[in-house]
């Protein structure tokens, strides 16, 4: 919106040669990670009141960790805020003619609408069942579909294209063809997922989707900027650069929501905050051609899931237990680890994954 009123609009009538800044995607990135920021800081203690008065709180499982038990009634779906802070700013200062822009945004809020139901059904009941799996699992398979025929589409329009891009050997382009829904589906439904696992300690999820975040916001921009694409040897989209504008904001709200749900928090996210945020990370992964540096980026997404489908599987099929409890951060919770010292031994693990992801760019 500020990208058409200022620069299309405004400068060609004044002149003002200040104005065409405006024009340049890390100007307009830097201003969404700010904009979103404020927005998460100045809003974030009038919603923590709101969530109190409103008694929208934390219900803890009964057989999670005995040292949750003082979290309960904590409010919750926080998630509203970051949507928020990472929206409006993406709104404000992207292009919004870009079709890219539209399907990040609306993916994200599709997955966030199916988070707000899960935690309003658990507020209502006061339980931590909220949607049965097979309707929430449903949903996301729904929207995934929706996605991946829209990207078809443009497919089909020369728009957009159906071949994967792997990191280690990007001599080898396959194209997908048809089978490219099933895999966007895939790819929405176990990020989304993965990132709600995640969500379990005070700041644990946000702080290292933060991270992955920022990792994306660099591949967006190499993705849409012709010399880089070229030199890395990437499918260079060139309206994917706008996508760096929405990462830029998801960077500045997850930062923005730290500030209160780092240990102890003030508020959770809620799955309308973790469900919402893996599938944004998901969706920006396909629209720039980056699916499968997505579990390099996300790697401790990806630990964190594996927990528990390893955990379950070994327990239904041999009646033991791998771990003491999954996710993973539980049980490093139950050996001894303090919390705090669990998220911060999981975000340098975060950065160490982010910053290999980016060193993939030029091995081949």
Known sequence: MLYHLLFQLVYPRTGLTVLNVTRYITFRTAAATLSALAISLVFGPWLIRKLREFQIGQVIRAEGPQTHRPKAGTPTMGGLLILTAALVPTLLWADLTNVYVWIAVLTTVGFGAIGFADDYLKIVRRSHHGLLPRYKMGFQVLIGLVVGVVLLVLAHEGAYNTRLVFPFFKRI??????????????????ESN????????????????????A???????VTGHRVFAEYLLLVRFPQAAELTVFCGALVGASLGFLWYNSYPAEIFMGDVGSLALGAALGIVA?????????PIVGGVFVAEALSVIIQVTSFKLTGQRVF???PIHHHFELIGWSEPKVITRFLIVAVIFALFSLTTLKLR
Request: charged letters at 10%; zero cysteines.
């Open 286 to 294: 396909i629209l720039i051609k980056q699916e499968l540096l997505l």
């Open 215 to 221: 990792a994306y916001t660099a591949l967006a921009y």
């Open 194 to 213: 993965a990132v709600n696992l995640t969500d379990g300690l005070d700041g644990l999820a946000i702080s290292v989707f933060a991270i992955a975040a």
């Open 173 to 190: 382009i396959p194209d997908l063809g048809w089978w490219y829904l099933p895999f966007a589906v895939f790819v929405l439904a176990a």
């Open 324 to 326: 003491k409890m999954a």
